[in-house]
């Protein structure tokens, strides 16, 4: 093979490597109750990418809740440390996540 052709192979067997994976997943959680996703954002996030996030995650698990929280990303990244949160979408640096 070409080195583009090596390199483009590699990159299908991740992503099919992925797809098994989100498959999988989804199996999984089809007999298992999924806690809500509990997601915060702050004021500049782009809509469409909070919907775009929102929608994948329903698509993976129809049954799953989301719990969208707004918030500055001080506040926001602090309810991620602590575990109130699951994730959090920021427009600025996330400094101090351990």
Not at 25 to 37: D, E, K, R, T
Request: with cysteine; aromatic share 4%; hydrophobic share 50%.
């Amino acid at each position: 093979m070409t080195p583009a052709a090596e390199v483009l192979a590699a990159g299908a067997r991740q992503i099919l490597a992925l797809r098994n994976e989100v498959i999988a997943a989804a199996q999984a959680s089809h007999n298992v109750s999924i806690a809500p996703l509990r997601i915060g954002f702050s004021q500049f996030v782009d809509r469409a990418l909070l919907q775009m996030v929102c929608d994948a995650h329903t698509d993976l698990f129809p049954n799953s809740e989301i719990t969208p929280k707004s918030g500055d990303h001080v506040e926001l990244l602090s309810l991620v440390e602590r575990g109130i949160i699951d994730a959090a979408l920021l427009t600025l640096p996330a400094d101090g996540i351990a």
